[in-house]
C-alpha cells in the first residue's frame, strides 16, 4: 500500500518570501502524486500533479513541485508567498488500477504567510 | 463552483441519531469518493462508487453506509452518531480515467453531533 508523509505540521514564513513544503512517498509501484490546497472553510482545490515526464511539475497559484524518484519525494516549493497562500497544504497519492483507486492523504502542512 | 455538489453544508444533531448526506458528482463522472476529515485522524478515506458499484472500501464504520443511484448521485448514511463522528465530510468525484487526474472535491458537509 502506498503512503505519504508529509514532514512539517505547520510552516510559517514572511511574505515575498520562498517556501517548501515537504512530502515523501513510500509505494512498490509507479504512482501519481499531488498537490492540493485547502482555505479556511472551504474543500480541497487540486494545485498541481505528476503523473509522468517531466519532474519539474508546475500548478496554479505560482507553485510547482518536483518528482524525485531517487528520494522518493515530491516537494512543494513557491519562489515568493503572498498572504493569500495562507492555508492548509495537502500530499496525496494515488497507486490507481483501473476503477478501483482511492487518494491517499498526507496529515496536512499549515501554511502561515505574515508580513 | 467546483461542480461537485454537497448538501447540507452544516447538520447539527444529537448523538445516537441517524443522517443522510447527499453528493451530486460533476457532469460526466462516473465514481463518487466519500472522505473524513478531522482533527485527530486528518482526511481519511471512506469508500469509492463507480457507475452504481462499491469499488473500494476504506476506513468505515459499520455505522456507516453509502449507496450510489442510477442518476450517479451517492448517500452516506450514518447512524447511531457519536460525539467522535463530528468531522468534515467531502464527497470527491472522477472520471473513468480520472484517477490520473485527481478528483474534484465538494465543499464538505460539517457534522456536529451534541
Known amino acids: 500500500a502506498q503512503s505519504v508523509t508529509q514532514l512539517d505540521s505547520q510552516v510559517p514564513v514572511f511574505e515575498e518570501a520562498p517556501v517548501e513544503l515537504r512530502c515523501n512517498y513510500s509505494?512498490?509501484?509507479?504512482?501519481?502524486l499531488f498537490w492540493y490546497v485547502q482555505y479556511p472553510n472551504q474543500g480541497l482545490q487540486l494545485l498541481l500533479k505528476?503523473?509522468?515526464?517531466?519532474?519539474l511539475v508546475k500548478g496554479i497559484n505560482g507553485f510547482e513541485a518536483e518528482f524525485n524518484k531517487s528520494q522518493t519525494s515530491f516537494h512543494l516549493r513557491k519562489p515568493s508567498v503572498h498572504i493569500s497562500d495562507t492555508a492548509e497544504y495537502f500530499c496525496?497519492?494515488?497507486?490507481?488500477?483501473?476503477?478501483?483507486?482511492?487518494?491517499?492523504f498526507g496529515t496536512g502542512t499549515r501554511l502561515q504567510v505574515t508580513l | 463552483d467546483s461542480g461537485v455538489t454537497q448538501t447540507p453544508k452544516h447538520l447539527i444533531t444529537a448523538t445516537g441519531q441517524r443522517v443522510t448526506l447527499r453528493c451530486s458528482p460533476r457532469?460526466?463522472?462516473?465514481?463518487v469518493y466519500w472522505y473524513q476529515q478531522s482533527l485527530d485522524q486528518g482526511l481519511q478515506f471512506l469508500i469509492q462508487y463507480y457507475n452504481g458499484e462499491e469499488r473500494a472500501k476504506g476506513n468505515i464504520l459499520e455505522r456507516f453506509s453509502a449507496q450510489q443511484f442510477p442518476d450517479l448521485h451517492s448517500e452516506l448514511n450514518l447512524s447511531s452518531l457519536e460525539l467522535g463522528d463530528s468531522a468534515l465530510y467531502f464527497c470527491?468525484?472522477?472520471?473513468?480515467?480520472?484517477?490520473?487526474?485527481?478528483?474534484?472535491f465538494g465543499s464538505g458537509t460539517r457534522l456536529t453531533v451534541v
Open positions: 509505494s512498490s509501484v509507479s504512482v501519481y
Open positions: 470527491a468525484s472522477s472520471a473513468l480515467s480520472g484517477l490520473r487526474y485527481g478528483y474534484t
Open positions: 457532469s460526466g463522472d462516473l465514481s
Open positions: 505528476y503523473l509522468s515526464g517531466s519532474t
Open positions: 496525496a497519492v494515488t497507486r490507481g488500477s483501473g476503477t478501483a483507486s482511492k487518494l491517499t
